[in-house]
């Protein structure tokens, strides 16, 4: 039987069709496929960051905590440092006491010393009349720093001075040394006894053996 222009069109259309659909399944076949590669491309890709992410922050931390390490090294020295600093200002005070001891019980040495604190009493008050006094076995010692002195001092000030030493009170016998100074009526005082110029010094540098020691006080407005 022959086929008629219809039956042939028919035909064509329906191996059209056929194709068409084959084709429209291989390029979603190829899709899916293109699709399924790129996600495990993707996840591999993501993973493969993920870990270099996670040992670059693994690198920093131990970086950081070695760098912690270090710092709380120094600080620790430093804090050792300190703390032998201060310690080394108190051995410094206490051999300083022992070197005024050591001084006292040297006439020459002590004669001088005297001589310097007396006139230095002198220039602090810068009174007219003075009253020394001293411990008991000085006063010898002091009247000769008195005599010498008097004269340095009228020539320095281009005033004269009258000195009393104290004979009714004396100082404790058994401080280092030393003397305090009065203006007449003994309101003033100049304290210019060994122990007194020695707490001078400790109260000096205690401010800065405190801060080595404990750091700075935050609530302390001034540092003199």
Not at 139 to 158: P, R, S
């Amino acid at each position: 039987m022959a086929l008629t222009d219809a039956d042939v069109q028919k035909q064509i259309k329906h191996m059209m069709a056929f194709i068409e659909q084959e084709a429209n399944e291989r390029v979603e076949e190829i899709l899916a496929k293109g699709d399924e590669e790129f996600n495990i491309e993707k996840s591999r890709l993501v993973q493969t960051h993920r870990v270099k992410i996670m040992d670059y922050y693994e690198k920093k931390e131990k970086q950081i905590e070695q760098h912690k390490k270090i710092q709380m090294s120094q600080l620790k020295n430093q804090a050792r440092l300190k703390v032998l600093k201060a310690r080394d200002d108190m051995d410094l005070l206490n051999e300083a006491r022992q070197r005024i001891a050591d001084i006292v019980k040297d006439p020459d040495r002590y004669t001088k010393l005297l001589e310097g604190l007396v006139l230095q009493g002198f220039y602090q008050l810068l009174e007219p009349k003075v009253t020394i006094r001293c411990r008991q076995q000085d006063v010898d010692m002091v009247q000769a720093a008195v005599n010498k002195n008097v004269a340095v001092y009228k020539e320095t000030v281009k005033s004269n001075i009258t000195v009393r030493i104290d004979q009714d009170h004396f100082l404790p016998s058994n401080i280092c040394g030393g003397v305090e100074v009065y203006n007449n009526n003994g309101k003033i005082k100049v304290s210019n006894t060994l122990e007194s110029r020695l707490d001078l010094v400790a109260q000096q540098m205690m401010p800065e053996i405190r801060e080595t020691l404990f750091g700075s006080n935050p609530n302390r407005r001034f540092l003199d």
